[in-house]
């Protein structure tokens, strides 16, 4: 970076206004080094973020991020040499030359930002899942992606699943018939990652040692710290989180999502026992989709469980039907497309006599290859030119994001949400217009740039 630039990423309050400072993207992005390997750059490198710091150290790990000294002690010990910071920003500002590849596994509402930054320097990134924390912000990445020519990923490890490639192929060669309703479910909320708050607001508690707890809030507004929010319970509070829908909903919504090609709904509907509350989640909801017609494919409803909210038992199941932890049904005029838990591992057809009758069709269907090694490698070798396009890159993945998100929506506000997605409004309630895009702490506005 030039002095003059420098200083603008690093001014502001709250550290970096990276969003005021347009940073143009090489016209060839860092090639791997010398080994072969790419140059990383982890944020977030505890929790969640093990994965990404585990794949990081495969290649070459140029310098890593977490808030929490706590939970990257192990990191700090594996990795003495290497630069570690609590504020990301800083790491970009230092190392943006050496680095070809940012992945990002924070809490959500931390996750716009560090893409954010890091697409403005031209590097490519992974994000976990959901992909962002409001619609105006996974429109405004997809935007990047596209502006800046980066390769990008999102963490729905069950993209790269088999399974998601068979129910895609069973869906197009008419296995299943007309499908007009799909169930999804999860049993969330529930612990470890769910806990319900003994008070709204939280009880305050003093910041830990180790905790930068200034970076943590990011673009949200200040408060006191509470172990409410910090370092597991934050889902669960909407300035930070996405509720159970945002947890699972890019993970179960994805294949019948991918398979169909279902678009954006045009209407989602809640029911839900809690009033809303504009801090926390409610516990529990029974949300639904309508999908409108996509050329000779006919509308379709979709209905997402919580706890508290069961699935019915899906069409042609037979016996007693036990949800257990999540699952999803496709069910057709034909066929119901099945598979238990919230990713598409081992999908089959409802009633299970009809797996075996159809076996040697089914085999015959196959046409979509396989993903080895998960979503982090398969970006890797995407960019290393030595793999296939990213399956749940930002121009899908903002997409099924947008979808979850919807819901979240009114789930938040008890409403039902007429969608005009062209113009990224919900239909005759303009006050909804601060939830889709939110207000954000002085110095912390990214990607402003991209809607000038």
């Given at each position: 970076m030039t002095r003059t630039t420098?200083?603008?990423f690093l001014k502001g309050s709250a550290g970096v206004a990276a969003g005021a400072v347009l940073f143009p993207a090489p016209a060839i992005l860092a090639a791997p080094n010398a080994a072969g390997k790419l140059n990383c750059a982890v944020v977030g490198a505890g929790g969640m973020g093990g994965y990404a710091f585990k794949e990081a150290c495969g290649e070459n790990l140029v310098a890593f991020a977490d808030v929490d000294k706590r939970k990257v002690r192990g990191a700090l010990k594996k990795k003495a040499n290497t630069p570690f910071f609590q504020d990301f920003r800083k790491l970009l500002d230092k190392h943006h030359k050496e680095i070809d590849v940012v992945l990002i596994?924070?809490?959500?509402?931390?996750?716009?930002?560090?893409a954010m930054a890091s697409i403005e320097l031209g590097k490519h990134v992974f994000v976990q899942k959901p992909l962002a924390h409001n619609i105006w912000q996974v429109r405004t990445l997809r935007k990047a992606a596209k502006h800046y020519k980066v390769k990008t990923a999102m963490g729905n490890q069950g993209h790269t699943f088999d399974g998601l490639?068979?129910?895609?192929?069973?869906?197009?060669a008419g296995i299943a018939g007309e499908v007009k309703e799909i169930l999804t479910w999860t049993n969330r909320p529930n612990r470890p990652w769910f806990k319900k708050p003994t008070s709204i607001p939280p009880k305050e508690a003093p910041v830990p040692?180790?905790?930068n707890w200034d970076i943590w809030l990011g673009p949200a507004a200040e408060r006191p710290f509470s172990n409410e929010y910090m370092p597991q319970l934050w889902r669960g509070w909407w300035d930070f989180g996405c509720a159970s829908l945002g947890d699972?909903?890019?993970?179960t919504f994805d294949a019948p999502f991918w398979a169909m090609d279902l678009g954006m709904p045009t209407k989602v509907e809640v029911e839900m026992k809690d009033k809303p509350s504009k801090q926390y989640m409610p516990w529990g909801a029974l949300t639904t989709y309508h999908f409108p017609a996509r050329g000779d494919k006919p509308p379709v409803v979709m209905k997402w469980h919580e706890a508290g909210y069961p699935p019915p038992k899906p069409q042609r199941w037979e016996g007693a039907f036990k949800s257990k932890?999540?699952?999803?049904a496709m069910i057709g005029s034909k066929d119901t497309i099945f598979h238990y838990g919230m990713r598409p591992g081992s999908p089959m057809l409802l009633p299970g006599s009809r797996m075996q009758e159809m076996k040697s069709k089914l085999a015959s269907l196959k046409k979509y290859p396989s993903v080895k090694g998960g979503p982090i490698k398969e970006l890797f070798n995407y960019i290393k030119g030595t793999g296939p396009k990213v399956g749940s890159d930002f121009e899908y993945a903002t997409q099924l994001t947008e979808v979850v998100l919807l819901g979240v929506l009114a789930q938040r506000t008890g409403k039902t949400?007429?969608?005009d997605a062209e113009n990224m409004k919900v239909k005759g309630q303009p006050e909804l217009d601060?939830?889709?895009k939110e207000p954000v702490r002085k110095g912390w506005a990214f990607g402003e740039n991209m809607w000038k």
């Open positions: 420098r200083r603008s596994s924070t809490p959500d509402h931390f996750h716009f930002p560090a490639r068979r129910i895609r192929e069973w869906y197009e040692d180790g905790v699972i909903g890019c993970h932890e999540g699952g999803m949400i007429e969608w601060a939830l889709i």
